[in-house]
């Protein structure tokens, strides 16, 4: 893996199955998201009622411009997963990740009790899977894909995180939108939060398989010693 930094300044990347969006682009792409969100949640609750899904919100959109950011620093595919198999991983994020916040007929029941520490906690939580996301992608450095893909000059990253958990992004992931649920409370949040559980293992199932045939033996033997997704569970 290499240890050399780029020297450009970081430039907004947003791709979305086989497009890729840079620049100005993105970065507007992401607003008219963010503005959507907002859109969602005024015309869910009452207009003038604040609901502390505003900062969820904020932190996801900081959280996806960073990770745009990023992707232009990656290093170049030799083999990734199909165009289909990437597409429908890809719709049932952006459809939990909405649904985090869209409160659908149904769906606005609590699935929790209305009590103070939970939304401090909810986006402690949040806050603090993003950070993990942010140090096991810096671990990853070029290598890093948003699929599932094999790199020239692919390495087996056992460093930072890696060295316990072999998918440690998606477990931020999932504490991210777990954050997210817990701030909402309802039941649409839950819903998303079901939506990417089931989506990720998924994708842990497809990626190991994949790493197995990349690295054979190696990837044998630090999976025997390590955990998919929770030390000591899973």
Do not use: C
């Not at 430039?11 to 199955?17: D, P």
């Not at 682009?25 to 859109?39: D, M, N, Q, R, S």
């Not at 990770?67 to 170049?76: G, I, P």
């Not at 029941?109 to 140090?135: H, M, S, T, Y």
């Amino acid at each position: 893996m290499s240890s050399d930094k780029p020297k450009n300044e970081p430039v907004v990347v947003l791709q979305v199955g086989r497009w890729t969006l840079t620049g100005f682009t993105a970065g507007a792409v992401l607003f008219v998201l963010l503005a959507l969100i907002v859109g969602l949640v005024l015309l869910t609750r009452p207009l003038f009622q604040w609901t502390p899904l505003w900062i969820p919100a904020l932190l996801w959109l900081a959280f996806i411009v960073y990770w745009s950011a990023a992707a232009k620093y990656t290093s170049t595919d030799l083999r990734s997963e199909s165009a289909s198999s990437r597409r429908f991983h890809e719709i049932l994020l952006y459809a939990s990740l909405l649904l985090l916040f869209l409160r659908l007929p149904g769906l606005t029941a609590r699935w929790l009790p209305e009590a103070a520490f939970l939304v401090p906690f909810g986006i402690a939580l949040q806050v603090g899977f993003g950070l993990i996301a942010v140090w096991a992608r810096r671990q990853l450095g070029k290598q890093w894909s948003p699929g599932i893909t094999e790199k020239v000059g692919h390495q087996l990253v056992r460093s930072g995180p890696y060295r316990f958990i072999r998918h440690p992004i998606y477990t931020a992931m999932l504490g991210m939108y777990l954050g997210t649920a817990l701030v909402s409370g309802e039941l649409h949040a839950l819903v998303g939060l079901a939506i990417v559980s089931i989506a990720y293992q998924r994708k842990v199932r497809l990626e190991e398989q994949h790493l197995r045939r990349v690295f054979g033996i190696a990837y044998d033997e630090y999976q025997a010693r390590s955990w998919a997704l929770l030390p000591g569970i899973y």
